[in-house]
């Protein structure tokens, strides 16, 4: 199983909407609605931002928003703010029941 | 509140072996899946193994595949990782996380587990 790909960095103003992206295959993202975004700030775990490609768990704010689009799967995340700076991990899990993640998209408020 | 705490890290040689041991509270431990999930220093998450509630099934990531075994205690709510045959690209910090919905929701802090000569 390939890793996801994510862009490695993108940057955005304070206010600003921004997508990132995540791509995989027709076999794995097209097929599936098991998929999940992350956000991690340095020296911190993860937090689960969206769930089941557009869901968000309860706490996290309606700035964030998933989608998905054949192979591509979409986090946007509308006016930005500074505590939006993190790294943000989309994952897949499987239909073999294996989790694949993306590589990572450095998120830069500038 | 869910709460989940990794314990066991350490610094060990190339060759060794090594458990970690994840701690659970916060919600019916034998009714979920764990997964264990790596991330090396100054790089990306990976993911290392899954157990199912009832460890029916077990998947490991083809890195880790023969050399680390995942177990669970549904009594003592605990979830390890037993790891042998210790590399250097096994340097990481080891998180155990819950799986609902077929995504990860709650993670520990972390452990630091350091293959070094």
């Known amino acids: 199983q390939s890793a996801l790909t994510q862009p490695a960095s993108v940057s955005g103003s304070p206010g600003q909407s921004i997508t990132l992206s995540c791509t995989g295959t027709t076999s794995d993202i097209g097929v599936s609605n098991y998929v999940s975004w992350y956000q991690q700030h340095p020296g911190k775990a993860p937090k689960v931002m969206i769930y089941e490609v557009s869901n968000r768990p309860s706490g996290v704010s309606n700035r964030f928003s998933g989608s998905k689009s054949g192979n591509t799967a979409s986090l946007t995340i509308s006016g930005l703010q500074a505590e939006d700076e993190a790294d943000y991990y989309c994952v897949l899990y499987t239909n073999t029941g294996t989790w694949v993640l993306g590589g990572g998209t450095k998120l830069t408020v500038l | 509140e869910v709460q989940l705490a990794e314990s066991g890290g350490t610094f060990v040689q190339p060759g060794g072996s090594l458990r970690l041991s994840c701690a659970a509270s916060?919600?019916?431990?034998?009714?979920?899946?764990m997964t264990w999930v790596r991330q090396a220093p100054g790089k990306g998450l990976e993911w290392v193994s899954y157990i199912s509630s009832t460890s029916g099934t077990i998947d490991y990531a083809d890195a880790v595949k023969g050399r680390f075994t995942i177990s669970r205690d549904n009594v003592k709510d605990s979830l390890f990782l037993q790891m042998s045959s210790l590399r250097a690209e096994d340097t990481a910090v080891y998180y155990c996380?819950?799986?609902?919905?077929?995504?990860?929701?709650?993670w520990g802090q972390g452990t630091l587990v350091t293959v070094s000569s």
């Open positions: 916060g919600f019916t431990f034998r009714n979920y899946g």
């Open positions: 996380a819950r799986v609902a919905a077929g995504a990860l929701f709650n």
